[in-house]
């Protein structure tokens, strides 16, 4: 308890001194010093020198001729050069651009599809094919064993 009740007095204290520091430098601010009042002197004699300048007009043409002599020639721009525009693109062979839309092959969709299916059958053909294959080489070797038989 007693660390706590320390430790409020002490951020009492800076708080305190804070505020007396904020106080001073308000009254630095608000007090008149000699800076200030030579300051004030001399806004009185920009005021005079403001009254005493003639105008200038930059897009403005007046219609007194006492102001027109005040206008101002407009700025001079420099001239811009598109770097993109000056170098024209290499022409190259120039592709249809809707022949890339559509896939190169349309039933890829399908085959995707029934990829699955299309292997199994190709098992199944397989196995037939090497069936058929030994059936004739089987009948082959009934021939030629017949045959040298007879012989």
Do not use: C
């Not at 308000?26 to 005493?52: H, I, R, V, W, Y």
């Not at 403005?60 to 020639?73: F, R, S």
């Not at 029934?114 to 059958?121: C, E, I, S, T, Y």
């Amino acid at each position: 308890m007693a660390t706590e009740e320390e430790s409020i007095e002490q951020a009492a204290a800076s708080r305190r001194e804070r505020l007396r520091a904020l106080k001073a430098a308000q009254e630095l601010l608000n007090a008149p010093d000699e800076d200030s009042a030579q300051a004030a002197g001399d806004k009185t004699d920009e005021d005079n020198q403001e009254d005493n300048l003639s105008m200038k007009f930059r897009n403005y043409v007046p219609h007194d001729k006492q102001l027109q002599e005040g206008k101002v020639a407009p700025p001079v721009l420099p001239k811009f050069e598109d770097p993109v525009a000056a170098a024209p693109p290499p022409s190259e062979a120039q592709e249809d651009p809707f022949v890339n839309i559509a896939p190169k092959k349309p039933n890829w969709d399908l085959r995707r599809d029934v990829q699955k299916k299309l292997d199994k059958l190709e098992r199944r053909t397989q196995k037939a094919i090497f069936k058929l294959m030994e059936q004739q080489e089987q009948e082959k070797q009934l021939d030629e064993g017949g045959n040298a038989i007879e012989d």
